[in-house]
């Protein structure tokens, strides 16, 4: 049974549905048969357990859907006998088996259709206040007051909405191209939400007929550019694995065999009769334990020899 996650709490049940000609078939059926039945409850208040295990099922069907294999697990959801809930459902055609072997009744697949209708309305309404939303705050943020759009050009806006893929994520950078916006030969020209929504203008900024779109990195987007170049420069002064080593070398002798390994197998270079030596191996073993650029020679030279 799949979950129909419709966000409507409510369907339309009208005052008189207890007169509705099945209805009253379906109460004349268990008047008629109180004896075949054994559960206390339905030989008790037999038309009440009836009709409020219709109104249960219907409730069900409008959130889920159901096959006749599933009657049973409806039966033990609902906390009612399987047969009394497969009556209700099977005999007075109250509900019917659709093409693709559902259980709907017209009835239920009505107000379905207006829920649907409903909540696409109401979600196109939210898409525009949205949009609108997202357009003013934008169009605050750079022109320091609030646009104010004549009916046409907010109808503009939602055939952009309606054309442009995510429209609503571009319009802080349109707005702010906008806002840059100059023409050599308008002196005059001033910028402005109207211009933007009138003659096809916000298409010929958004495909850079006046330029390439700017943007302006927002303030979530600075922080972050910050942490990352503070990340990188926390990195950056991490001691290598190289200085890690170094840091653990205690005598002369143990600074000279690193610096034979370290040169002989990658690093080695000459210049002016000189070795070039890494800054932090100057300053952590040349220097420390008193190591001449021509000793360095020496021991790498001694290295390749022996090799």
Not at 13 to 42: A, P
Not at 108 to 114: E, F, G, T
Request: net charge neutral; hydrophobic share 35%; proline share 3%.
């Amino acid at each position: 049974m799949k979950e129909d996650k419709l966000k409507q709490l409510y369907f339309s049940h009208d005052i008189f549905s207890d007169k509705d000609e099945k209805i009253v078939k379906m109460f004349y059926y268990f008047r008629k048969h109180i004896e075949d039945f054994s559960l206390d409850f339905i030989k008790n208040n037999f038309f009440h357990a009836s009709f409020g295990l219709f109104w249960e099922i219907v409730q069900y069907l409008h959130r889920n859907e159901l096959t006749e294999d599933e009657i049973p697990i409806l039966a033990d959801e609902l906390r009612a006998d399987e047969e009394f809930v497969r009556l209700i459902i099977e005999k007075f055609n109250l509900f019917r088996i659709d093409e693709n072997g559902f259980i709907v009744s017209d009835r239920i697949l009505k107000n379905l259709n207006k829920l649907a209708e409903k909540s696409d309305k109401n979600k196109s309404s939210a898409e525009v206040r949205w949009l609108l939303s997202a357009f003013n705050k934008a169009y605050v943020e750079f022109f320091e007051e609030e646009p104010i759009l004549e009916p046409s050009e907010i109808e503009s806006l939602k055939k952009y909405n309606e054309k442009i893929p995510d429209l609503r994520g571009k319009l802080r950078d349109i707005l702010y191209t906008l806002y840059c916006l100059k023409f050599d030969t308008s002196t005059n020209f001033k910028p402005c939400a109207n211009w933007l929504l009138t003659k096809n203008n916000l298409a010929r900024l958004l495909n850079g007929e006046f330029g390439k779109l700017k943007h302006k990195p927002t303030e979530k987007e600075i922080k972050e550019k910050q942490r990352k170049e503070a990340e990188a420069k926390a990195k950056r002064q991490e001691p290598t694995e190289i200085e890690i080593k170094m840091s653990k070398i205690q005598t002369r002798e143990e600074a000279v065999e690193f610096i034979k390994e370290f040169y002989s197998n990658q690093y080695l270079s000459f210049h002016c009769s000189k070795a070039y030596v890494l800054p932090t191996m100057r300053t952590m073993l040349l220097n420390k334990f008193n190591i001449t650029d021509k000793e360095v020679i020496e021991y790498v030279g001694t290295k390749k020899d022996n090799e």
